[in-house]
T-cell receptor
Framework: GDSVTQMEGPVTLSEEAFLTINCTYTATGYPSLFWYVQYPGEGLQLLLKATKADDKGSNKGFEATYRKETTSFHLEKGSVQVSDSAVYFCALSETSYDKVIFGPGTSLSVIP | KAGVTQTPRYLIKTRGQQVTLSCSPISGHRSVSWYQQTPGQGLQFLFEYFSETQRNKGNFPGRFSGRQFSNSRSEMNVSTLELGDSALYLC????????????FGSGTQLSVL
């Protein structure tokens, strides 16, 4: 079945450091790929998405490119801030009806 | 526009009891889906409803059920609670449920003692 693998962390970075969170997926077809973020005490929020190969999703300085050849969707940000501290979930959706498969989440802490 | 509202925010139950959780989607959204979040299993899809019909279901036992009302509000029920049902239950809504952005509520934290 479909699955998502991502580095679990926790990841601790200093402010203004470069961030990469690796994500790879297994799917039978051509899924849409997502990054969701969960801030402390809040529900998940969509951070960015890509629907086809070579698409780049971007939002709030975060970027991820849909790489079909490597089945990857790595999240990057050039300069993290303390306010980026959260749990990041890589996810895919291959079928309709909102069945989204989530990775285990990566906890990020950014220290001043 | 109000977001997805889940009630109650916290629940404490004992084994064998049953529980009902409520979710009000964003106005105009007709699809509501439910997820269970635990430290060990992460986020797992429970089911999705659209226009009062369950269209998709995850791999959970029959003790987990749900329904959707004509105003798109949804309820989730868990009967004969087990310790392992302790989790954060998240509700998400979208316009049609077809590969769109999901809007999540803050969740209901269920503790089974």
């Amino acid at each position: 079945g479909d699955s998502v693998t991502q580095m679990e962390g926790p990841v601790t970075l200093s402010e203004e450091a470069f961030l990469t969170i690796n994500c790879t997926y297994t799917a039978t077809g051509y899924p849409s790929l997502f990054w969701y973020v969960q801030y402390p005490g809040e529900g998940l929020q969509l951070l960015l998405k890509a629907t086809k190969a070579d698409d780049k999703g971007s939002n709030k300085g975060f970027e991820a490119t849909y790489r079909k050849e490597t089945t990857s969707f790595h999240l990057e940000k050039g300069s993290v801030q303390v306010s980026d501290s959260a749990v990041y979930f890589c996810a895919l959706s291959e079928t309709s009806y909102d069945k989204v498969i989530f990775g285990p989440g990566t906890s990020l802490s950014v220290i001043p | 526009k109000a977001g997805v509202t889940q009630t109650p925010r916290y629940l404490i139950k004992t084994r064998g009891q049953q529980v009902t959780l409520s979710c009000s989607p964003i106005s105009g959204h007709r699809s509501v889906s439910w997820y269970q979040q635990t430290p060990g299993q992460g986020l797992q899809f429970l089911f999705e409803y659209f226009s009062e019909t369950q269209r998709n279901k995850g791999n959970f036992p029959g003790r987990f059920s749900g329904r959707q009302f004509s105003n798109s509000r949804s309820e989730m029920n868990v009967s004969t609670l087990e310790l392992g049902d302790s989790a954060l239950y998240l509700c998400a809504s979208s316009l049609t449920g077809n590969d769109e952005k999901l809007f999540f509520g803050s969740g209901t934290q269920l503790s089974v003692l």
